[in-house]
């Protein structure tokens, strides 16, 4: 046989065993993406409106990032049982059974329940600068002392559940841009507030580094648009009409703060 068709039928025979195992194979170049989103108001969409109907009180909204996220990509599976008021333990009971071995993607912002932040603004805005840095104080305590045990808790039960899958833990946003000309709370409110989250988000991001999860941080994307900012506010202030979606990220805060960390954090 001549050199030259030697080496064509050489070339010709790596192809097709290339093409046999898969290699190039239109079909294997990206692997089916079954994601669930688990989590707190943050992740179910509250202050995001146009709530799910069959949610019920959990108020999921096709405006919150996980539904975002969903809608832009080619999942095979999608489903969310984020849910307002979740904790730490609602969590590993009636959501974490959502996942399964299949489960490739996991995101979940959680935490914020247990350490009491819904008391704490409320005792922000209603009774006062001193009242208020206690809340904080005794909330960091718990944080420091309690919550890491709560969070490894959870963490265990994602990946015992879905043991393959990438798992996003989003953390929170700082709720208040100081240093500027505000109304409503004092600036030692503001800044104790602020500081609570900040602790909140660290420990979280902690948590995540010692099971293997990614930490997705929202803090540096919110900035110029929190309460107080100057900018187009992403965060929706105390509303006596609606308390419950006070201080929860608004439909621009989902798709222009959330949605872009999750995103570059989901691959």
Not at 204 to 215: D, I, M, S, V
Not at 220 to 240: D, E, R
């Amino acid at each position: 046989m001549r050199p030259q068709r030697t080496a064509a039928y050489a070339s010709a025979l790596i192809v097709a065993v290339c093409l046999a195992i898969g290699f190039g194979s239109p079909a294997s170049a990206a692997a089916a993406v079954n994601y669930v989103a688990l989590g707190d108001s943050y992740s179910s969409g509250v202050g995001a409106g146009n709530y799910i109907p069959s949610s019920g009180s959990c108020n999921r909204s096709p405006n919150a990032y996980p539904a975002l996220w969903a809608a832009a990509h080619s999942t095979a599976t999608y489903s969310s049982v984020a849910c307002s008021g979740a904790t730490t333990a609602s969590l590993i009971s009636s959501q974490v059974p959502a996942l399964s071995a299949t489960t490739t993607l996991v995101s979940v912002t959680i935490g914020g329940n247990d350490a009491g932040f819904s008391n704490i603004m409320s005792t922000c805005a209603l009774q006062g600068t001193d009242q208020c840095v206690a809340a904080v104080n005794a909330a960091e305590t718990f944080a420091r002392n309690t919550l890491p045990g709560r969070l490894d808790s959870a963490y265990t039960a994602i990946r015992g559940k879905a043991p393959s899958a990438r798992v996003v833990v989003l953390g929170y946003p700082v709720f208040y841009q100081l240093g500027t000309v505000c109304v409503g709370l004092s600036a030692t409110s503001r800044a104790k507030i602020n500081e609570g989250i900040n602790l909140v988000d660290d420990i979280t991001k902690a948590a995540a580094q010692r099971h293997g999860f990614t930490f997705a941080d929202v803090r540096s994307q919110f900035v110029g648009h929190q309460l107080c900012s100057y900018g187009t506010k992403w965060l929706h202030a105390l509303n006596f009409a609606d308390l419950g979606v006070s201080y929860h990220p608004t439909a621009a805060g989902q798709s222009g703060g959330y949605l872009p960390v999750f995103n570059g954090s989901a691959a």
